[in-house]
């Protein structure tokens, strides 16, 4: 075993308490993270000491740990026992108290409760909690959960998302009132049609599409984040093909990662960028793939991104002419980057198809100013430290949404949730 690996499967058995334990297999993987970091994580199997032959192996025998660690950092991002089952030789929490386990995940993470991170939730044996900024929620939210088994032993721990240090947040004092941003959440109301199963049928509601203004009201961040995502927004259109029908190609979404390629912290291919070229060529064999899937549907698809993703590119396609609903028709499309052919995509179409018979209501009595005015007491401006992929730092905005949606047809006040 390398020599450092090795000092990482010493470490985590001393961290654990896995004296019980022995390393059954291990092996590295990378991501990029919601901030487009690359990430290189150590996964281990640990099984118990007295389990020597595995009856089935599609599954892990119960009381096994699997632990993935942050190579760079050395940060343990999930521990989970299976099974509820733990054999650990160690006391993981001082006390089932909370000030304990907040403690634990201190000592467990090197953040500092109230600053980074805050209780959300807390049901019998399960805690949740989000990442912060002294207290302020923050965008792209970080989670950490803890979860007990029956005898008060911690069997699952997971630390995943962003928790924003003082040097990556330009910190300021929230003053947004809602006065201060009323034209941009009129102009955040849209008209959506909710699909109701029940009754076979679509309701037009007006409801508000979250967005955030920043504090100095200079510019409004999507509530959504691209990352390296590229905008395209183009017509497809496209002659009749005579070549042969589509045929779906494997793909390999695991990459094999040596230890090398882990402790250099070698940047992910998925961060390389798409050049105006490759877009041109991937806009190219898109449509070629189109003539063959949908051969009379030219005209009909817009391509709205690329990006890549697992060592391929993945376009996304909507159909242009739809329903203004939450449920929309689209491919995600599946590129190799050096040969630029289609090699498999996904259609919702059969899920589409369940809702795209419900009659669409024609006649509305309640047009957006009023729908505006109806849903204006219900609308919650708060503040969140969110990150600017430009400026590469976390900046205080406000939050503008609604958990109610007015109902185009009488005016009702609905909750979203319930729809």
Same mark, same amino acid.
Request: net charge negative.
């Given at each position: 075993?390398?020599q450092?690996?090795q000092?990482l499967?010493?470490f985590?058995?001393d961290k654990?308490g896995?004296?019980?334990?022995?390393?059954?297999?291990?092996?590295?993987?990378?991501?990029?993270n919601?901030?487009?970091?690359t990430?290189?994580?150590?996964?281990?199997?640990?099984?118990p000491?007295h389990?020597?032959e595995?009856?089935?192996e599609?599954?892990? @025998?119960? %009381?096994?740990?699997v #632990?993935? &660690? +942050?190579?760079?950092?050395?940060?343990?991002?999930?521990? $989970?026992?299976?099974?509820g089952?733990?054999?650990?030789n160690?006391?993981l929490?001082e006390?089932?108290?909370i000030n304990?386990?907040?403690?634990f995940?201190?000592?467990?993470?090197?953040?500092?409760?109230?600053?980074?991170?805050?209780?959300?939730?807390?049901?019998?044996?399960?805690?949740?909690f989000?990442?912060?900024?002294?207290?302020?929620t923050?965008? @792209?939210s %970080?989670?950490?959960? #803890?979860? &007990? +088994?029956s005898?008060?032993?911690?069997?699952?721990?997971? $630390?995943?998302?962003p928790?924003?240090?003082?040097?990556?947040?330009?910190?300021?004092?929230?003053?947004?009132?809602?006065?201060?941003?009323e034209q941009?959440?009129?102009?955040?109301?849209k008209?959506i049609?909710?699909?109701?199963?029940?009754?076979?049928?679509?309701i037009?509601?007006?409801?508000?599409?979250?967005?955030?203004i920043?504090?100095d009201?200079?510019?409004?961040?999507?509530?959504?984040?691209?990352?390296?995502?590229y905008?395209?927004?183009?017509?497809?259109?496209w002659?009749p093909?005579?070549?042969?029908?589509?045929?779906?190609?494997?793909?390999?979404l695991?990459?094999?990662?040596?230890?090398?390629?882990?402790f250099s912290?070698e940047?992910?291919?998925d961060?390389?960028?798409?050049?105006?070229s490759e877009?041109?060529?991937?806009?190219?064999?898109?449509?070629?793939?189109?003539?063959?899937?949908?051969?009379?549907?030219?005209?009909k698809?817009?391509?709205?991104?690329?990006?890549?993703?697992?060592?391929?590119?993945?376009?996304?396609?909507?159909?242009?002419?739809?329903?203004?609903?939450i449920?929309q028709?689209?491919?995600m499309?599946f590129?190799?980057?050096?040969?630029f052919?289609v090699?498999?995509?996904?259609?919702?179409?059969?899920?589409?198809e369940?809702?795209?018979?419900?009659?669409?209501?024609k006649n509305?009595?309640?047009?957006?100013e009023s729908?505006?005015?109806?849903?204006?007491?219900?609308?919650d401006?708060?503040?969140?430290y969110v990150?600017?992929?430009?400026?590469?730092?976390?900046?205080?905005?406000?939050?503008i949404?609604?958990?109610?949606?007015?109902?185009?047809?009488?005016?009702?006040?609905?909750?979203?949730?319930?729809?």
């Amino acid at each position: 075993m390398d020599q450092r690996v090795q000092e990482l499967v010493d470490f985590t058995r001393d961290k654990w308490g896995l004296d019980n334990y022995y390393l059954h297999t291990y092996n590295f993987y990378r991501k990029l993270n919601v901030l487009n970091e690359t990430i290189y994580t150590l996964t281990m199997e640990w099984y118990p000491s007295h389990i020597t032959e595995q009856e089935d192996e599609d599954c892990n @025998p119960d %009381g096994t740990a699997v #632990i993935d &660690l +942050n190579v760079q950092n050395h940060q343990f991002e999930s521990v $989970i026992f299976v099974g509820g089952e733990t054999f650990v030789n160690k006391m993981l929490l001082e006390s089932l108290e909370i000030n304990d386990i907040i403690k634990f995940i201190e000592n467990a993470t090197g953040l500092i409760y109230g600053n980074q991170f805050n209780l959300q939730s807390e049901e019998e044996n399960e805690y949740l909690f989000r990442s912060s900024f002294n207290g302020v929620t923050v965008s @792209p939210s %970080g989670i950490i959960e #803890i979860k &007990l +088994n029956s005898e008060d032993k911690l069997t699952y721990f997971s $630390i995943n998302g962003p928790f924003p240090s003082a040097d990556k947040v330009t910190e300021d004092t929230f003053s947004l009132k809602l006065e201060d941003v009323e034209q941009i959440s009129k102009e955040q109301l849209k008209l959506i049609n909710f699909p109701l199963r029940k009754q076979k049928k679509l309701i037009p509601v007006y409801c508000l599409e979250e967005i955030y203004i920043t504090n100095d009201l200079s510019k409004t961040l999507p509530f959504i984040y691209q990352g390296l995502v590229y905008s395209i927004d183009e017509r497809l259109r496209w002659q009749p093909s005579n070549k042969k029908s589509f045929k779906r190609r494997h793909m390999n979404l695991i990459e094999n990662i040596t230890a090398n390629q882990a402790f250099s912290l070698e940047p992910h291919p998925d961060l390389i960028p798409i050049t105006d070229s490759e877009k041109e060529r991937c806009i190219g064999c898109i449509k070629d793939f189109l003539s063959q899937v949908y051969p009379s549907d030219s005209g009909k698809w817009l391509l709205k991104t690329l990006h890549r993703d697992n060592g391929y590119i993945q376009a996304k396609i909507s159909l242009i002419d739809q329903v203004s609903s939450i449920i929309q028709r689209k491919l995600m499309v599946f590129i190799d980057p050096i040969s630029f052919k289609v090699l498999n995509y996904m259609d919702n179409k059969d899920f589409f198809e369940i809702y795209e018979e419900f009659p669409e209501t024609k006649n509305l009595n309640i047009d957006s100013e009023s729908a505006f005015q109806r849903i204006k007491s219900t609308i919650d401006i708060k503040p969140v430290y969110v990150y600017d992929f430009k400026q590469k730092n976390y900046i205080l905005c406000g939050r503008i949404d609604s958990d109610y949606g007015i109902n185009a047809i009488n005016g009702e006040v609905l909750e979203l949730n319930d729809l």
